[in-house]
């Protein structure tokens, strides 16, 4: 007899496996379509470069399925510095919050083998090549999801006018547990601790004008580098790059549907739906490092409403899947409205909005409870 399923997720990346894995825990019977979410574009086929940074609420999420990675590869932010344009700079420390990290920088390749071996071991989960018939069908194919398109959902999305660009440095000084970041005139500089508390390695992203991006892609291995450590003022001494690079396009973008009836229906039996969830759904800027937060918590939100469901109502329920779009939607309104602020704040190249920027940076600094509960919001904790 053919095998068959309560939920057939379409993408294998990271909140796909994750959500397969959530999901199985229920003793639901999941197909995990093969496949990741599409890749940044690099120059080769070279190892992966990216990083993600995770909150206390994914970390937490990722152990109860197995799958967070070893301390080597999931690097605790003990402390964060944020600089302006200017003199204004904002730090946010662990010990203020009485946590054990700000976040932590995890490497993707780590993750990704740590999750297909939970998957591999979880006997609820079949992969496959091709999509299934299914009761509820999950699309977490990334931001270029051609199954979104498929059922005809638009996507709006609102260009940046930047490019991000991605890789590895080994660096002269030990990193010291300390994510760094400058606001600059050019773009938005981002150094993540790597290779644990003693590591000296980061990964770093860079947002450029989509104008700088092929020139700066184009710099020798010295070049960029070079480049790199005047951007960030030496803070980590002299740089090496390690690797290739990676570059992809940046963009605010939600879909306006995240649910509904699927277009072939059984003849028999309830009715078959969809769902987005993660960068299928929604995309923001990565200045703050909350991509994969937002989505794992689409993976979770989605896993507790099936749960929690009556018992008379079925998995594809669009009552239930209607919810879920109102929630995570409410969850991410505000966050995305200030990633994209802040964005658009910085880009301004004005003498007197710079000079305010750099002074309300230096308020919000000494802000005290206001700094502290945003603080904690990031970290993902109450």
């Given at each position: 007899m053919a095998q068959t399923f309560d939920v057939c997720i379409r993408g294998a990346g990271v909140v796909g496996r994750t959500l397969a894995l959530l999901l199985a825990r229920e003793r639901l019977r999941v197909a995990l379509v093969a496949g990741s979410a599409p890749r940044a574009q690099s120059a080769s086929a070279a190892p992966d470069v990216r990083a993600y940074a995770l909150n206390a609420a994914s970390r937490d999420l990722l152990q109860s399925v197995r799958a967070w990675p070893d301390p080597a590869d999931a690097t605790a932010v003990r402390r964060m510095e944020v600089h302006g344009d200017q003199d204004g700079a904002v730090t946010f420390d662990a010990d203020r919050q009485g946590a054990e990290a700000l976040a932590w920088?995890?490497?993707?390749?780590?993750?990704?083998?740590?999750?297909?071996?939970?998957?591999?071991?979880?006997?609820?989960?079949?992969?496959?090549?091709?999509?299934?018939?299914?009761?509820?069908?999950?699309?977490?194919?990334?931001?270029a999801?051609?199954?979104?398109?498929?059922?005809?959902?638009?996507?709006?999305?609102?260009?940046?006018?930047?490019?991000?660009?991605?890789?590895?440095l080994a660096c002269e000084l030990p990193h010291g547990q300390v994510a760094?970041?400058?606001?600059?005139?050019?773009?938005?500089?981002?150094?993540?601790?790597?290779?644990?508390?003693?590591?000296?390695?980061?990964?770093?992203?860079?947002?450029?004008?989509?104008e700088s991006a092929p020139q700066c892609m184009g710099l020798d291995a010295d070049a960029f580098a070079q480049r790199l450590q005047e951007a960030s003022q030496n803070a980590l001494g002299r740089l090496e790059v390690l690797g290739d690079r990676a570059c992809w396009s940046l963009q605010q973008a939600t879909a306006r549907r995240w649910c509904g009836p699927l277009a072939e229906q059984p003849a028999k039996g309830p009715q078959r739906t969809w769902v987005l969830a993660g960068d299928a759904a929604h995309n923001v800027h990565p200045l703050a490092g909350q991509g994969l937060n937002i989505g794992l918590a689409d993976a979770q939100a989605l896993a507790r409403l099936l749960r929690e469901r009556d018992y008379w109502r079925s998995i594809g329920d669009l009552r239930l899947l209607r919810q879920y779009e109102r929630e995570r939607k409410a969850a991410l309104l505000p966050l995305g409205m200030t990633m994209d602020g802040l964005q658009q704040l910085f880009m301004r190249r004005e003498g007197a909005l710079q000079s305010l920027r750099n002074w309300g940076m230096k308020g919000f600094d000494l802000s005290g409870p206001f700094k502290d509960w945003v603080a904690r919001r990031a970290m993902g904790v109450r």
């Open positions: 920088i995890v490497d993707v390749p780590a993750l990704e083998s740590r999750l297909a071996d939970a998957v591999r071991f979880q006997p609820q989960v079949e992969v496959v090549d091709a999509p299934v018939p299914a009761a509820l069908t999950v699309v977490c194919e990334g931001r999801s051609r199954t979104r398109e498929e059922f005809g959902v638009e996507f709006d999305v609102t260009p940046y006018g930047q490019h991000a660009i991605a890789g590895r760094r970041q400058w606001f600059l005139p050019d773009g938005i500089l981002a150094f993540l601790p790597l290779g644990g508390a003693e590591g000296n390695s980061v990964a770093v992203v860079w947002s450029v004008s989509q």
